[in-house]
């Protein structure tokens, strides 16, 4: 018996939420269905919301001083999920991963040094590096038309050649969804330890896991990741709470992180903020039953996905994530260049996907869809998709 709700469409609008409140910005229009930015439309688990209410009781909102009991939720919380073991010196706040990446790039490299992505990848990764003034080189990902790899021959060839400082991998791999296993992570730790290169693991797709499996941290892979990994994440995408802006770093091995933590320290730039901690510790506490339940229904809303795609909208392909609510929908079938692709999307089927060449020019003919919804707003959106993509394929046929 399922204790949360995850079926009630609830109206975001008026709670200033980027999923609404930039569709015009980004699309042009809002009157679509905003299947796009990473957060979810379920209510969080109520003991987050009673827990920072609870605290708000209280009238004087003054300096925060982190408790203990934080840090033992998030490192009892790795280790019953992920098998991990982490004392408390290894981690380090960051308020989001995307600003952790930043500092990692800020303080691990120097203007003009290249750092390595594997595109399509989660597009800040990019601007990051070529916002603090770093070249991006990349490894794209290898396609057979199915499924998605990491290309190591030439990981090690442009480590040798190209000599970037550091790596930014996505794990899981957005917008992809996909796990990389241990054997992956372990010799792209090999390659880059030999070449000198920190490797700066974004994993905050880890904790869903979807059908039970398992997520291999980086810095678990083996004793080269463990050298010369960084890990970073979040109770954001798997509690559904980004807005409280809570996230760590983990960074096993001390002498890469003693200097480095120190900086993040005096610049304050890993001083947790109250609403932060007190969320994402109710989270982490009280948090896991909504979580597998989130997770089954998911998993749920995927095959109905699946099923209603190939039964129903020829030309659409989509590709099956190991891992959290996005999914990389392939639309190259329809033979569509990007722009007409994005408007028949947009101006037709009326739903806000995010454009697959935002995540690098290997994203052509795809774009991601957000399944993180009740299941009624996606039949709609889909049996709006299946209208419009018959309709532009009559168009093609006619043509
Ligand atoms: C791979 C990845 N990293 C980071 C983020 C954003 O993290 P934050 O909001 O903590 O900066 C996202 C959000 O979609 C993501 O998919």
New binding site residues.
Partial sequence: MNKYDFDTVIDRRGTSAIKYEWLDGVFGRHDVSPLWI?DLDFAVCPDIVNGLRRRLDHPILGYYACPDSYWEAVSQWLSRRHAMSVKREDMTFIP????GIAYCVNFLTGRGDKVLIQPPV?YPFRLVIEGNGRQVVENPLLFDGKSYTMNLEELARIVETERPKMMIL?NPH?PIGIQWDRETLAKVAEICRRGGVTVVS?E??GDLMLYGRRHIPFVEASEDAREIGIMLG?P?KTFNI?GLVS?WMIIKNPELRRDFYQWLEVNEFSAPMMISVVGAEEAYRHGERWLNEMLNYVEANLEFVDEYVSKNIPGVRIIRPDASFLIWVDFRGLGLCQEDLMDMLLDKARIALNDGTMFGAQGKGFARLNIGCPRAVLAEALDHLKLAVAAVCDCTANS
């Fill in positions: 990473a989001g991963v995307v600003r989660y996505c957005n974004d905050i797709h979040a954001s980004p996230s």
